[in-house]
């Protein structure tokens, strides 16, 4: 209810880290997005490459040493002729050999500076496991046991294996990795840049189209162009407020017209009436009239700026709609109470019929169902009868009947009877009582049934008399206020 | 009774009406001025403009009441929004009255607020040659039974009770038929009509009198 106010306040941007730019967020994640995917997939390269390199290296080494071992424990060859064969210069050159007894002596090296120390091995039966000393030579080394005939004598067999070219291999793939990976980025900021300028173009557009909104010409700045899907509903939301302040700007526009209006008659009178009493000396008791009547206008001042200000003022659902479950019934009889005595003199029945309940403002309620009954009054002769029916409508719905068995209105004038100041032709505007009315009791009843999202609908037949329907939609279907 | 208030006009006329009718009292201009002598000096109670200089009606209202003191307040406003008027009573502020507002309006707003509380149940009141039965309703006028409505008794009972006070239309309507919205309909000079021509036209002595542009009072008037 009290939410005029909080709307009267700026939105207020509660997490500042977000106030980025949008243009350098969408580019940041779209690096992001690249990264990981072109990132990801060289680093699974990289480690196929390296595990079936490692695979093969391990193969060879294997090999190599149950090959060394069978040769040494073949009976018909001499370890010694084992060694001639390794130590020839035929033998592979990536192989390391070396030879102990049981007591670590070494028997025999195939003589290469570089190869890893006694200790660096890895046990017999484990692994084999890579060495290598700074920038030398990478080997990948493993030890097997071997008993040599003809006393059955145990061996130790130490292989190292030279795998440096394949680490050179992987160091330069890993080198061009990086630079893939590095021109990837590069690549991908210049098109994320590019990408998402031509994806916020259109809120570039929103913006010049919002730039163009002028108070004085509050008319859609936005259709035509086709908006993308999802700036769509923004843009009609754009549209719909822009209208609604078309609207609230009509209504104050037209509030401080009429206003200015309908000020001059009573004003006129107010200043004439003063000027002339001036004009000569007179009696207290003239003075005292002309004081009475300016008090009239006065009370007629002020209660037209109230109606017009009610009625300016209606559009917004946040007035202070204060809407409870009443009895229509009872409302209606308050009412009809109300004006029992103004009927009574003119002869009017006022009859209440029907059961329903209502969900609306008292006050508002009471206020449109008193300007309703007090036309009928206006317009029924004596004898006549003012029935105010309820009844439940479709479901939730209310609906309220003030029908007469009046004079009717033309069907000229019925389309405008809800509009302010309307006055039907044939209608001379009584301004002579104390109460002359504005033309705006209808308007009040229309502002009242749109404060309730209802609607409200004259039939008449000129002579037989007028209906006026108003309709109140139920608890359920009103919008929350 | 304070009076603040800034336009000197307003506080003028409200001022002198108040001493017109009995009152006593005293004007601030400005805020804090108002909320000092309301501290220092005792009133029955104060008119309150929302629109004031240094401090606004609303701070001096809210000071008022945060320091524990219920002396009656009644606000006067030029601006009648709906957040306005709830602010003001759920500050503490016994009425509300819109500029512009009818000093009569005021002047029985302030008396009804003074009332509350302190008012004498009165059963059985007579003036003149009228005699008003509350419990039973019932009016006789010069030993005459007079045939009213329950509404006719009602109107005569409220300008009885509140006799010498000038009554407005609105208030009469308010009172009566629980109608607070101003109308514009002309149906409270209507009943009055009829209720005068039940107990005012058949006898010489007339008790309820029209003030122009005001609204009706019940007094005897000597002649």
Redesign the interface.
Not at chain 1, 173 to 190: C, E, G
Not at chain 2, 58 to 63: C, D, K, P, R, Y
Not at chain 2, 79 to 91: A, I, P, Q, S
């Given at each position: 209810m009290y939410s005029k106010s909080k709307s009267n306040e700026s939105i207020v941007v509660k997490n500042p880290s977000r106030a980025w730019s949008m243009t350098a967020r969408l580019i940041g994640l779209q690096i992001l997005a690249v990264a990981l995917l072109i990132g990801g997939a060289l680093f699974f390269l990289l480690r196929t490459i390296t595990s079936h390199l490692d695979a093969d290296d391990r193969d060879i080494v294997n090999q190599q040493a149950t090959l060394l071992q069978k040769w040494f424990e073949d009976p018909n060859t001499k370890p010694s002729a084992v060694m001639d064969q390794i130590r020839a210069p035929t033998a592979d050159q990536f192989f390391f050999v070396r030879i102990l007894d049981q007591s670590g002596k070494i028997l025999f090296e195939n003589g290469n500076p570089a190869a890893p120390p006694v200790s660096a091995f890895p046990e017999s039966g484990h692994p084999a496991t890579y060495w290598h000393v700074d920038a030398g030579p990478h080997f990948l080394m493993t030890k097997i046991e071997a008993r040599v005939n003809p006393d059955n004598r145990r061996i130790q067999l130490q292989l190292a294996f030279d795998v440096t070219d394949d680490f050179t291999l992987i160091r330069q793939i890993r080198q061009s990795i990086t630079v893939v990976f590095s021109m990837a980025l590069l690549v991908s900021a210049v098109l994320a840049y590019f990408i998402t300028r031509a994806a916020l173009r259109p809120i570039q557009s929103l913006t010049e189209a919002a730039a163009r909104v002028q108070a004085s010409k509050l008319v859609s700045r936005f259709e035509g162009t086709h908006w993308p899907v999802e700036l769509a509903p923004l843009v009609r939301e754009f549209d719909a407020m822009l209208a609604r302040l078309a609207g609230s700007f009509r209504r104050l526009g037209r509030f401080s017209t009429d206003l200015s209006h309908e000020l001059r008659t009573p004003i006129n009178n107010l200043r004439g009436e003063a000027e002339v009493a001036l004009n000569r000396p007179r009696t207290p008791e003239e003075y005292r009239v002309v004081l009475e009547s300016s008090l009239e206008e006065y009370g007629r001042i002020t209660r037209l700026i109230d109606t017009l200000l009610f009625i300016a003022k209606a559009d917004q659902p946040e007035t202070g709609l204060k809407r409870q479950l009443l009895d229509a019934t009872k409302e209606c009889a308050a009412v009809a109470d109300f004006f029992e005595a103004a009927a009574a003199d003119r002869g009017v029945v006022i009859a209440v019929r029907g059961q329903a309940g209502i969900y609306c403002d008292s006050m508002l309620f009471r206020r449109a169902l008193s300007n309703l009954v007090d036309n009928a009054l206006c317009h029924t002769p004596r004898g006549g009868h003012i029935d105010l029916t309820v009844r439940s409508g479709q479901p939730g719905m209310t609906e309220i009947e003030v029908s007469d068995s009046g004079t009717g209105i033309s069907p000229d004038d019925l389309p405008h009877i809800f509009e302010r100041f309307y006055q039907a032709a044939n209608e001379e505007r009584d301004t002579s009582g104390p109460n002359p009315g504005f033309g705006l009791g209808l308007a009040i009843v229309k502002s009242i049934m749109d404060l309730h999202a209802g609607e409200v609908s004259a039939t008449s037949a000129p002579g037989r008399g007028t209906t006026i329907r108003l309709l109140f939609p139920g608890r359920q279907a009103s919008p929350t206020s | 009774m304070l009076l603040v208030e800034d336009e000197p006009k307003t506080a003028a006329f409200v001022r002198r009406g108040l001493e017109e009718n009995g009152f006593t009292a005293a004007v601030a201009i400005r805020g804090d001025e108002g909320l000092t002598l309301a501290r220092t000096e005792t009133f029955g109670a104060i008119i309150l403009d929302i629109s004031l200089p240094v401090l606004d009606g609303f701070s001096v209202l809210a000071a008022l009441r945060e320091s524990g003191c219920t002396i009656p307040v009644i606000c006067l406003t030029a601006r009648?929004?709906?957040?306005e008027r709830?602010k003001g009573l759920e500050l503490g502020a016994d009425d509300y009255l819109v500029k512009?507002f009818?000093f009569s309006e005021l002047l029985a707003r302030l008396r009804t607020i003074l009332r509350r509380g302190s008012q004498p149940v009165e059963r059985i009141i007579r003036i003149a040659d009228l005699e008003l039965d509350l419990p039973r309703v019932r009016a006789t006028r010069g030993g005459q039974r007079l045939e009213l409505?329950a509404?006719?008794f009602n109107l005569l009972a409220l300008l009885v009770r509140r006799r010498g006070e000038v009554l407005s239309r609105t208030v009469i309507?308010e009172e009566v038929?629980?109608?607070?919205?101003?109308?514009?309909?002309?149906?409270v000079?209507?009943?009055i009509?009829?209720l005068r021509k039940k107990m005012d036209d058949p006898f010489p002595q007339k008790l309820i009198h029209t003030i122009?542009?005001?609204g009706y009072v019940f007094e005897v008037q000597i002649q």
């Amino acid at each position: 209810m009290y939410s005029k106010s909080k709307s009267n306040e700026s939105i207020v941007v509660k997490n500042p880290s977000r106030a980025w730019s949008m243009t350098a967020r969408l580019i940041g994640l779209q690096i992001l997005a690249v990264a990981l995917l072109i990132g990801g997939a060289l680093f699974f390269l990289l480690r196929t490459i390296t595990s079936h390199l490692d695979a093969d290296d391990r193969d060879i080494v294997n090999q190599q040493a149950t090959l060394l071992q069978k040769w040494f424990e073949d009976p018909n060859t001499k370890p010694s002729a084992v060694m001639d064969q390794i130590r020839a210069p035929t033998a592979d050159q990536f192989f390391f050999v070396r030879i102990l007894d049981q007591s670590g002596k070494i028997l025999f090296e195939n003589g290469n500076p570089a190869a890893p120390p006694v200790s660096a091995f890895p046990e017999s039966g484990h692994p084999a496991t890579y060495w290598h000393v700074d920038a030398g030579p990478h080997f990948l080394m493993t030890k097997i046991e071997a008993r040599v005939n003809p006393d059955n004598r145990r061996i130790q067999l130490q292989l190292a294996f030279d795998v440096t070219d394949d680490f050179t291999l992987i160091r330069q793939i890993r080198q061009s990795i990086t630079v893939v990976f590095s021109m990837a980025l590069l690549v991908s900021a210049v098109l994320a840049y590019f990408i998402t300028r031509a994806a916020l173009r259109p809120i570039q557009s929103l913006t010049e189209a919002a730039a163009r909104v002028q108070a004085s010409k509050l008319v859609s700045r936005f259709e035509g162009t086709h908006w993308p899907v999802e700036l769509a509903p923004l843009v009609r939301e754009f549209d719909a407020m822009l209208a609604r302040l078309a609207g609230s700007f009509r209504r104050l526009g037209r509030f401080s017209t009429d206003l200015s209006h309908e000020l001059r008659t009573p004003i006129n009178n107010l200043r004439g009436e003063a000027e002339v009493a001036l004009n000569r000396p007179r009696t207290p008791e003239e003075y005292r009239v002309v004081l009475e009547s300016s008090l009239e206008e006065y009370g007629r001042i002020t209660r037209l700026i109230d109606t017009l200000l009610f009625i300016a003022k209606a559009d917004q659902p946040e007035t202070g709609l204060k809407r409870q479950l009443l009895d229509a019934t009872k409302e209606c009889a308050a009412v009809a109470d109300f004006f029992e005595a103004a009927a009574a003199d003119r002869g009017v029945v006022i009859a209440v019929r029907g059961q329903a309940g209502i969900y609306c403002d008292s006050m508002l309620f009471r206020r449109a169902l008193s300007n309703l009954v007090d036309n009928a009054l206006c317009h029924t002769p004596r004898g006549g009868h003012i029935d105010l029916t309820v009844r439940s409508g479709q479901p939730g719905m209310t609906e309220i009947e003030v029908s007469d068995s009046g004079t009717g209105i033309s069907p000229d004038d019925l389309p405008h009877i809800f509009e302010r100041f309307y006055q039907a032709a044939n209608e001379e505007r009584d301004t002579s009582g104390p109460n002359p009315g504005f033309g705006l009791g209808l308007a009040i009843v229309k502002s009242i049934m749109d404060l309730h999202a209802g609607e409200v609908s004259a039939t008449s037949a000129p002579g037989r008399g007028t209906t006026i329907r108003l309709l109140f939609p139920g608890r359920q279907a009103s919008p929350t206020s | 009774m304070l009076l603040v208030e800034d336009e000197p006009k307003t506080a003028a006329f409200v001022r002198r009406g108040l001493e017109e009718n009995g009152f006593t009292a005293a004007v601030a201009i400005r805020g804090d001025e108002g909320l000092t002598l309301a501290r220092t000096e005792t009133f029955g109670a104060i008119i309150l403009d929302i629109s004031l200089p240094v401090l606004d009606g609303f701070s001096v209202l809210a000071a008022l009441r945060e320091s524990g003191c219920t002396i009656p307040v009644i606000c006067l406003t030029a601006r009648d929004t709906v957040v306005e008027r709830v602010k003001g009573l759920e500050l503490g502020a016994d009425d509300y009255l819109v500029k512009p507002f009818s000093f009569s309006e005021l002047l029985a707003r302030l008396r009804t607020i003074l009332r509350r509380g302190s008012q004498p149940v009165e059963r059985i009141i007579r003036i003149a040659d009228l005699e008003l039965d509350l419990p039973r309703v019932r009016a006789t006028r010069g030993g005459q039974r007079l045939e009213l409505t329950a509404k006719e008794f009602n109107l005569l009972a409220l300008l009885v009770r509140r006799r010498g006070e000038v009554l407005s239309r609105t208030v009469i309507a308010e009172e009566v038929w629980d109608v607070n919205f101003d109308s514009e309909t002309n149906v409270v000079e209507v009943a009055i009509r009829r209720l005068r021509k039940k107990m005012d036209d058949p006898f010489p002595q007339k008790l309820i009198h029209t003030i122009r542009g005001v609204g009706y009072v019940f007094e005897v008037q000597i002649q």
